[in-house]
């Protein structure tokens, strides 16, 4: 049994290499409203959905994410990403970045911040435009300019950078990941 929503659950798949293709306006409106749909404990909605499309502060935030990453004693991470293409923001033309505010409940916080990321990961995939989740995005922020960056970008006092979805278009199309069965218990 299927339907158009578990299809595009089930054909979603991260995306890391990017063509300049702007997705439309319109549909990067109809994305941060799936965003704002996201349950949240007690409805709190202690998140913020900022829809950044510009090429200047995106090429910042890669440079300064980067520079954080290469500074840093243990190197894994930085040459994982050199190893493959050298940018952790893979070129995506725009992303949804997510502040959150763990005032309420750092718990909460968190598991809300994951639903409005994937909310927006799925009304993507659903309209065609690729995406991937991006935790790095915190390494954009972990430099001098933070706070010139979040002061652009309009982040409230008291919030902090949860997670980006960077959108775009697939440079070359890819797999969902293979589903593994056997962490399904089904009683009767
Ligand atoms: C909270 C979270 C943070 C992630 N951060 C990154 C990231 O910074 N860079 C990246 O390339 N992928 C990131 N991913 C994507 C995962 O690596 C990816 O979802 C996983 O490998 C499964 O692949 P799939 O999304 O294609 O199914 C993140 C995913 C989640 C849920």
Redesign the pocket.
């Known amino acids: 049994m299927t339907t158009e929503t578990i299809r595009t659950m089930l054909l979603?798949?991260?995306c890391?290499a990017y063509t300049d293709k702007m997705p439309s306006d319109k549909s990067l409106r109809a994305i941060a409203e799936a965003a704002l749909a996201a349950p949240s404990a007690v409805n709190q909605q202690n998140w913020r959905v900022i829809v950044l499309k510009n090429k200047e502060l995106i090429a910042d935030l890669e440079t300064e994410g980067m520079k954080f990453l290469a500074a840093q004693n243990d190197k894994s991470t930085y040459n994982r990403i050199m190893s493959r293409g050298g940018k952790?923001l893979?070129n995506a033309p725009c992303m949804v970045i997510v502040p959150i505010n763990k005032s309420f409940s750092e718990k909460y916080a968190l598991i809300d911040l994951?639903i409005v990321?994937e909310n927006v990961a799925l009304a993507a995939a659903s309209l065609g435009i690729n995406s991937?989740?991006?935790?790095?995005?915190s390494n954009c922020f972990a430099g001098n300019r933070a706070e010139e960056f979040k002061k652009w970008l309009g982040v409230p006092k008291d919030y902090e950078i949860g997670?980006a979805v960077l959108l775009g278009y697939a440079e070359n199309q890819?797999q969902?990941?293979e589903l593994d069965y056997s962490k399904i218990s089904f009683l009767e």
């Open positions: 979603r798949y991260s890391r952790m893979y994951g990321v991937v989740i991006c935790g790095m995005i997670l890819g969902p990941h």
